[in-house]
């Protein structure tokens, strides 16, 4: 097709481009060996002038090429890079033992740009691992060989560039860290907002549980505030008035007494917004833990009742179908699971994985501890506590246990869940459990 210029004098039009890009990791391919040569001799390219942005490559061992003179050419040219000729990339091609590191920009001969604005092709060799081939298929033509090494082309807007995908990998990196963040926020949130309603002393406290078991979503909406997306035909409303519930709790923190308040918004009847204003001069990074909320100080006496490791007794614990949130080592190890109960080491447990291995762990032995981070995100089949024995096991088969220590005390359990049960082994097995005000006993 053509078109006219204002001149008169006919003028040949470019075909809109249509950039295909490649990606292979080196020795993922199917068959043969994916060399720089391979790669570049399976396309049909027309003659360019190329613009090299990085080059580390070994040449054969009898050619005459040399890849120092080059590469300190690369390393004092200015700008974008390195313009080379079409003969010298064909001679890079030709006397190539091994491409290191290598990004190429072909730009048609008759360009004028300083830059790879106009490149019709990008070939790039990273780290000696991956291969990048981006084309415009409308100049560019591939062999059956190259795509056979390289796999099928993936449609993308433009030539791209080695700094380009690493930023877009980065930003992608971030996006799945914010959005994995918010989704452990989110888990934290819910149990906070039950462990106060549990503890709230409000009639409207049940249907707001159940506006709580609608919750489908909770998303930030400012500082240390999250949106209530409740699930509506499940959602029974309240009659209270619109503002924050009554009674708020507060919230200390690891370095503070009184951290700041946790207030829940209601609007029109329903749960609407979780708010955590703090008291400290800096806002504090994470979020609160459910041993961490201070409830308005209640009449009714906690109860307690002591046991030893002589009973043969057997305490359910309220933890079935949850999953494991967190774990913390410190001075002793902490593994928080997502109804907001803990069960904290502070000496010796073990842990027996699916295959059977049982491996014991000291809170002060880092590299005993590896095994365990792997119940990240494993779902709970059910909790015991017999005796001073401690025992649960997951879903998937493994199976975490505790017990006594002669000369110090070794684990606490901390439900804050409808049975709301604190359970604490003493030095020698003492077993102290202690069922809050409004716990059910197991």
Known sequence: MTSRRRSGRPAIRRPEPEFVSYHRFIGSQP????????????????????????????ALPHSDLDVLEWEQKLRDSSGAGLWITDDDMRRFVRDNHQMIDGEFFGSPIDSTTTDASQAVIRIDFFDSTTVTVTLDRSVIGTSWEFELFLGP??????????????AAQQRRAQDEQRRA???????????????????????????????????VDVTPSGPRAWALTLERDEAPRVDLPDGPLPETPSYRT??????????????????Q??????????????????DQLVFPRSETPVTERTVTNTTSATVQLHVAGDTVDAIAIDTAVTVRFSSGATLRFETAFSLTETDGTHTFM?????PSLLPLLALHTKVVERGTVTGARIAV???????????SHRDRPSWHWSEPGRARLDIDVLTGGEVVARTLPGGTPS
């Open 393 to 403: 096991r997951f879903a998937s088969g493994e199976l975490l246990e505790g017990w």
């Open 362 to 366: 000291e809170p002060g032995d880092p």
């Open 153 to 166: 082309g993936v449609a993308v807007p433009g030539i791209g560039s080695r700094d380009e995908e690493t």
């Open 254 to 271: 690891d370095a503070e007494a009184v951290g700041g308040e946790l207030l829940i918004w209601v609007h029109d009847g329903r749960m």
């Open 273 to 290: 917004m979780v708010e955590l204003p703090w008291f400290t001069d800096a806002m504090p990074t994470e979020l609160p833990r459910v």
């Open 31 to 58: 068959t043969g060996v994916l060399t720089f040569r391979n790669v570049v001799n399976g396309m049909m390219i027309p003659p360019l002038r190329w613009l090299v942005t990085d080059l580390d490559m070994v």
């Open 181 to 215: 963040q918010e989704e452990r926020d989110g888990q934290q949130i819910r149990a906070l907002v039950r462990a106060c309603l549990q503890n709230a002393r409000i009639d409207e406290a049940p249907a707001l549980l159940t506006q709580l078991d609608a919750l």
